[in-house]
């Protein structure tokens, strides 16, 4: 019985690495970093009050010794971060010429989004993208780039319609100037990258990218932009008809084992008037207001670092 109860364990993570095995078809262009990312173990804690969930913290704070001709902006893709998650959390180092030899924290933790579906869920504020696999309460997570000004990303629900390996790209009018042309073929010069996944609602996509160091920033018309070496893995990870839930949450609260933890990054469009009432109205929605220190609620706050802090009382 034993043997057979490990066989079928076995067989139930063969069966959900079996997509990433695909990746081997899909790989990165030459000068990519082959990062592959991590499947991260979930469980939401149901109760009255929270219609959904209490959600966990995933990840832990690692570390890194800055080599000789690093950038802040290498490190962070190799440790699938975006531009903005590495610099929020060190403001203090110099993101071109990082200190040789120092060693930092790289801030690879996260709390849940909270999500209806648990298929797809993209954070507008936090530029970063989750894919649940909930038959097998796993989660990855991605680094994003959003849109720039003028172009806000919208925080809509939709549905993958399209998938298109190679993509060209139909020249918006306002852009025929910069690009000179109207139809822009695959190649190095396509924005889109090598992969396109299409939603069904506004002609929003998630799509690769000419330029890996926009991701984290707000570079894009509207879509949603990731690594080269992340697309490949996310294309083959999602299906025509994944449900897409793209929200606006810069304030997000969770647990882990009996601690709660607060994340905030900045309102990168400001829609929120005030983080502050936002981060109470989200602990008392969660009926955790008993359970955090108020000094700590304000300062992860102001501080915005966009990693998961601890707040509670003890």
């Known amino acids: 019985m034993q043997a057979f109860i490990k066989l079928f364990l076995i067989m139930k993570l063969l069966m959900f690495f079996l997509p990433f095995g695909l990746l081997l078809l899909n790989m990165p262009g030459p000068g990519s970093p082959v990062v592959y990312a991590a499947a991260y173990p979930y469980h939401i804690i149901q109760g009255e009050g929270h219609e959904k969930g209490l959600m966990p913290v995933i990840g832990f704070i690692d570390t890194h010794k800055v080599e000789e001709g690093e950038t802040l902006h290498a490190i962070a893709r190799n440790f699938g971060l975006g531009y903005n998650q590495i610099v929020l959390y060190h403001p203090e180092m110099d993101p071109w010429l990082p200190e040789k030899g120092r060693e930092i924290d790289i801030p690879t933790k996260w709390i849940l989004p909270p999500s209806r579906h648990r298929e797809v869920v993209v954070n507008i504020p936090e530029m970063r993208i989750y894919r649940f696999f909930e038959n097998e309460s796993m989660v990855k997570t991605y680094p994003i780039g959003i849109g720039r000004e003028g172009f806000d990303t919208p925080a809509i629900e939709g549905r993958v319609v399209e998938k298109i390996k ?149």
């Not at 996944?197 to 990731?226: A, D, E, Y």
């Not at 990870?237 to 994340?263: A, C, H, N, S, W």
């Not at 008037?273 to 008392?284: A, F, M, N």
């Open 166 to 314: 190679h993509p060209s790209w139909t020249v918006p009018p306002s852009a025929w100037e910069e690009y000179g042309r109207g139809i822009m073929p695959p190649g190095p010069e396509n924005p889109l990258g090598d992969y396109w996944i299409g939603l069904s609602v506004k002609q929003i996509g998630i799509h690769g990218t000419n330029f890996p160091w926009g991701v984290g920033r707000r570079v894009s018309r509207g879509c949603i932009r990731m690594y080269p070496e992340d697309i490949a893995q996310f294309y083959a990870e999602t299906q025509r008809g994944t449900i897409v839930e793209i929200m606006y949450e810069p304030v997000k609260v969770g647990v882990r084992g009996d601690l709660v933890f607060m994340e905030v990054h900045p309102d990168v469009y400001e829609r929120i008037p005030d983080l502050e009432s936002r981060g109470w109205e989200i602990i008392k929605s969660l009926g955790l207001e008993d359970t955090v220190d108020p000094q700590k609620v304000r300062r992860c706050i102001e501080d915005k670092k966009g990693v998961p802090i601890r707040i509670s009382v003890k």
